[in-house]
């Protein structure tokens, strides 16, 4: 694409407010925001300060990889700051007494259980959004089958970034891939690193217990 192509796309998506989807390794940089910090310091300073409210993230990885550690703490520093959390726990996986051991307040999260009714996770998810208020709202999909999530209409993820443009509430949906996000969104990847070892048979020691690698995609 030429120079000045370019430029007339630039200029077109930044009046639709679309710019931050050109592909940047930051694309938050020098774009006004008011951000939900995550409470990972090292995660707060890759995303300019933490998750962009009023828009639609995602936390992705497989099993193992931190989703759960990670939701927790961005849960537990919203709850620190005053603000009132909910999940959508699509597949009731939620574990409160470990959230709990980890600093979430529980008494600041609405923690609303399905048993993999994933379009009804849906319907719970927008009403939550609608009703306003929250500071952080999770939607764990991860162990909703490809088919479940096949139930969902292709404009899902555009509809619910509409519901949230311009209020105070950060979107996030935890998955084991990308599902969406809105413009202003980011993608969080995580891999997780391998533990390290001492010894042989059953005297081995584990020196060092698989921790959360995050990656983060800036625009699509």
Not at 12 to 22: E, G, P
Not at 193 to 215: C, Y
């Amino acid at each position: 694409m030429g120079h000045a192509a370019r430029a007339e796309l630039e200029l077109l998506l930044r009046a639709r407010r679309l710019d931050v989807t050109l592909t940047s390794a930051a694309p938050w940089a020098g774009v006004p925001r008011d951000v939900a910090p995550t409470g990972i310091a090292a995660l707060d300073s890759a995303l300019g300060g933490g998750l962009t409210r009023g828009h639609l993230s995602e936390i992705v990885g497989a099993r193992s990889t931190g989703r759960f550690t990670v939701l927790c703490r961005m849960l537990a520093a919203a709850a620190a700051r005053g603000e009132a959390t909910a999940l959508i726990d699509t597949c009731d996986r939620f574990d409160p007494a470990s959230a709990s051991a980890a600093g979430l307040d529980l008494s600041k999260l609405l923690w609303v259980r399905d048993t993999g009714d994933a379009p009804r996770a849906l319907k719970a998810m927008n009403l939550v959004l609608q009703a306003g208020g929250f500071g952080v709202v999770a939607f764990d999909l991860a162990d909703v089958p490809p088919s479940g999530l096949r139930q969902f209409p292709y404009t899902t993820w555009m509809r619910i970034a509409r519901v949230i443009e311009g209020s105070q509430t950060a979107a996030v949906l935890i998955g084991t891939e990308r599902l969406g996000r809105s413009p202003g969104g980011v993608t969080i990847s995580l891999e997780a690193t391998k533990g390290r070892w001492s010894g042989t048979a059953d005297r081995a020691r584990l020196l060092r217990a698989i921790d959360p690698r995050p990656r983060i995609v800036g625009g699509r």
